[in-house]
């Protein structure tokens, strides 16, 4: 694979708490800062590109290609978003059809279907 080309959006924000490379984080406490998420269905502000500690700056993509953490299998082009509380990535297409195929949503697993979810929106 080569590098990346084209444009990417990259900006620094402060690391509420300690984040790992690869990761979807939110707004955190203040409008400058980031954090995992807490919850499911949150905005994200982008994807970190490096491991930071709280109260440092971290770079976060908002618009471009990236590596990222990824919950479940996520073919190319497919559309994603962060799950509830580690800011790993899932298929969007794949959580929606699953809560549609059981009705389950929330954290743990479906016997069912025999998968893992983070979170069904």
């Known amino acids: 694979m080569g590098p990346v ?6 900006r620094s924000y402060l690391a509420d708490v300690d984040l790992a490379a690869g990761i979807g984080v939110i707004a955190g406490a203040s409008a400058t800062s980031v954090k995992l998420p807490t919850a499911p269905n949150q905005q994200a502000e982008g ?14 993509l ?5 590596k990222a953490v990824a919950d479940a ?7 994603v978003m962060i799950n509830a509380t580690t800011g790993k990535l899932a298929p969007i297409g794949v959580v929606r059809r ?3 195929f059981c009705g389950r949503s929330g954290l ?14």
Do not use: D, N, Y
């Open 5 to 10: 080309e084209g444009v990417r959006l990259v």
């Open 47 to 60: 994807i970190t590109l490096q491991p930071t500690p709280a109260g440092q700056m971290v770079p976060v």
């Open 62 to 66: 908002e618009f471009g290609e990236v």
């Open 73 to 79: 299998a996520i073919a190319r082009g497919q559309l």
């Open 98 to 100: 699953h809560k549609l």
């Open 108 to 121: 743990g697993s479906c016997p069912q279907h025999r998968t893992t979810i983070s979170f069904c929106s």
